[in-house]
């Protein structure tokens, strides 16, 4: 069983939106931060984290336009993506660390198969 899927990506125009979700299941730590990341030509990065807190962090490249949560309850995470650019598409993954705070890309144990987002104008 694939412990962390995504789904919700596509394809869409400029200024569109879409959401992304992202199932946990198995043996993936609950308890630990989760995370949004993509990946385009250039490095992987990461877009937005959730702690077990409940504090977020975004890259500042999506600051105001995507919104990440959680619902516990349905073992699922979100990413809510609005005013999409071009420069958004990517193969986008979620990610959960082996701690509860959000370490480092390197903390992140636990990677989703990704789901394209395809932003053109």
């Known amino acids: 069983q694939v412990p962390l899927v995504e789904s919700g990506g596509g394809s869409v125009q400029a200024g569109g939106s879409l959401r992304l979700s992202c199932a946990v299941s198995?043996?993936?730590?609950?308890?630990?931060?989760m995370g949004w990341f993509r990946q385009a030509p250039k490095e992987r990065e990461r877009v937005a984290s959730i702690?077990?807190?409940?504090?977020?962090t975004y890259a500042d490249s999506v600051k105001g336009r995507f919104t990440i949560s959680k619902d516990s309850a349905k073992n699922t995470l979100y990413l809510q993506m609005s005013s999409l650019k071009v420069e958004d598409t990517a193969m986008y993954y979620c990610?959960?660390?082996?701690?509860?705070?959000?370490?480092?890309?390197?903390?992140?144990?636990?990677w989703g198969q990704g789901t394209p987002v395809t932003v053109s104008s």
């Open positions: 702690d077990n807190g409940g504090g977020i």
């Open positions: 990610a959960v660390a082996g701690t509860g705070y959000c370490p480092s890309m390197e903390g992140f144990v636990d």
């Open positions: 198995g043996y993936v730590n609950r308890d630990g931060c």
